[in-house]
């Protein structure tokens, strides 16, 4: 029972991390661009966890066949994922954007029915339509309007935050066939190395005056990001999931969203009823879609 209690504690810390993410990043896009933020993430990142796996003595050689795996691993898990989502938060905000990403939930539900013929049960589809119609409610809900309105870069920047979602469906995807053979931290060590090599043609002209531009809340930002939501945030998610059904874990992931929003409240956002029954829908259908 203690067990269980630590557990559920440390999914929900991580959740909590992960949650003031959207707050970091919304703030810290105002002063360094999302395409750079996302690669100085994973610059700090990724050696880092490079030296962890080196200090557990994980077996990093993987077989050649398995590179296009990995390439896409990176891609999904990583370059895409991020680029899509800072600009995505940049255009939108923090309570938006966390929603939005919930939605990677349904993307799983849909494509493990297309390709991996997993069933979709009626609770599956009402959850799946739920969340689509709290999508639509929050595309046109613009918190700074508190209305319901039609914005140009705020509907690009939620379109943005629903390629983030499928990027990390399709990213759970490739990782879930490569985690029945491989080392979990391994694998995560390859999406991020090649993730933020893949991040280089989109920085690599202007990189060197962002380093030295960039201010101490900006690093600090960063090491936000690195520290504590790459590496805290994914080996106690790993661990979580050793230790618990994928599907309870999961479960938890529901409080990111719910974190964020009030998070946002209380540092002063204005939360209208259409963003919030929206947020609703959304929730409650990635609800539906787990638990069945």
């Not at 990213?171 to 060590?189: C, H, M, Q």
Request: with cysteine; aromatic share 16%.
């Amino acid at each position: 029972m203690n067990k269980n209690i630590l557990i559920a504690f440390l999914l929900i810390l991580v959740s909590l991390v992960w949650a003031g993410s959207f707050i970091v990043v919304e703030r810290a896009t105002k002063q360094i661009d999302p395409i750079d933020l996302g690669f100085l993430r994973f610059l700090v990142a990724t050696p880092l966890m490079l030296l962890l796996v080196v200090l557990l003595k994980k077996p990093l050689k993987l077989p050649k066949k398995e590179l296009p795996w990995l390439i896409a691993l990176g891609l999904t898990g990583v370059t895409l994922l991020y680029l899509f989502q800072f600009i995505g938060i940049h255009y939108t905000n923090a309570p938006t954007a966390s929603v939005l990403i919930n939605t990677n939930v349904i993307f799983i539900a849909i494509l493990s029915s297309l390709f991996l013929h997993e069933e979709l049960t009626r609770k599956r589809i009402a959850g799946i339509a739920l969340s689509f119609i709290g999508v639509f409610a929050i595309m046109f809900s613009d918190l700074s309007k508190q209305e319901v309105t039609f914005d140009n870069l705020f509907f690009i920047g939620g379109v943005l935050m629903l390629l983030s979602a499928l990027c990390w469906a399709l990213y759970s995807l490739v990782g879930k066939r490569l985690l029945r053979t491989y080392d979990e931290f391994v694998i995560t060590t390859y999406a991020f190395g090649l993730g933020t090599l893949f991040y280089l043609p989109f920085v690599i002209f202007h990189i060197g005056p962002v380093l030295q531009q960039t201010s101490l809340d900006g690093w600090l930002a960063v090491l936000y990001l690195a520290l504590t939501c790459s590496l805290f945030g994914y080996l106690g998610w790993y661990y979580g999931l050793k230790h618990t059904d994928a599907s309870k874990a999961a479960v938890f992931l529901n409080f990111i969203p719910l974190f964020t929003i009030l998070m946002s409240f209380f540092l002063g956002t204005n939360l209208s009823w259409f963003f919030l029954l929206g947020a609703g829908l959304i929730i409650y259908g990635v609800y539906l879609t787990q638990r069945t």
